[in-house]
């Protein structure tokens, strides 16, 4: 990056400007990340940022990072939702099943209700 952005390589370009300043931050970057007492500090400074308003100041004394607060399973609630509608439902959908056909199709709308969330979330990676 030092080399990407020195301003020798921009100067007289309408860019020597951000040239000097983004080598600046570059430097700046290798200082912190070079030394490891400025690097535990910006790590410290990266997880309270990642934690919100209600973490403790870092910095003296001894720090910690603070516990991880517990997620609810969301998808294990969804999962039960749809097990008590599915369930809900199944009296009203044997009323229409006339052949296997009809078995096969409610089967694969069960089956896509139950499984399509995940299967979005893989597509989406």
Same mark, same amino acid.
């Given at each position: 990056?030092?080399?990407?952005?020195?301003?020798?390589?921009?100067?007289?370009?309408?860019?020597?400007?951000?040239?000097?300043?983004? =080598?600046?931050?570059?430097?700046?970057?290798?200082?912190?990340?070079?030394?490891?007492?400025?690097?535990?500090?910006?790590? +410290?400074?990266?997880?309270?940022?990642?934690?919100?308003?209600? &973490?403790?100041?870092?910095?003296?004394?001894?720090?910690?990072?603070?516990?991880?607060?517990?997620?609810?399973? &969301?998808?294990?609630?969804?999962?039960?939702?749809?097990?008590?509608?599915? $369930?809900?439902? =199944?009296?009203?959908?044997?009323?229409? @099943?006339?052949?296997?056909?009809?078995?096969?199709?409610?089967?694969?709308?069960?089956? $896509? +209700?139950?499984?399509?969330?995940? @299967?979005?979330?893989?597509?989406?990676?």
């Amino acid at each position: 990056m030092v080399s990407r952005y020195h301003p020798d390589r921009h100067q007289g370009n309408d860019l020597e400007e951000l040239a000097k300043e983004k =080598l600046i931050e570059v430097n700046e970057a290798y200082e912190v990340l070079s030394k490891s007492q400025l690097r535990a500090e910006y790590d +410290a400074a990266r997880i309270a940022a990642k934690m919100g308003p209600h &973490v403790p100041p870092y910095g003296g004394g001894n720090y910690c990072a603070p516990r991880q607060p517990q997620r609810q399973s &969301v998808g294990a609630m969804r999962k039960l939702v749809i097990l008590v509608v599915v $369930l809900a439902a =199944l009296p009203f959908l044997l009323r229409f @099943i006339r052949s296997p056909r009809h078995a096969i199709i409610i089967g694969l709308a069960v089956l $896509l +209700a139950w499984l399509g969330p995940k @299967i979005l979330k893989r597509l989406k990676k």
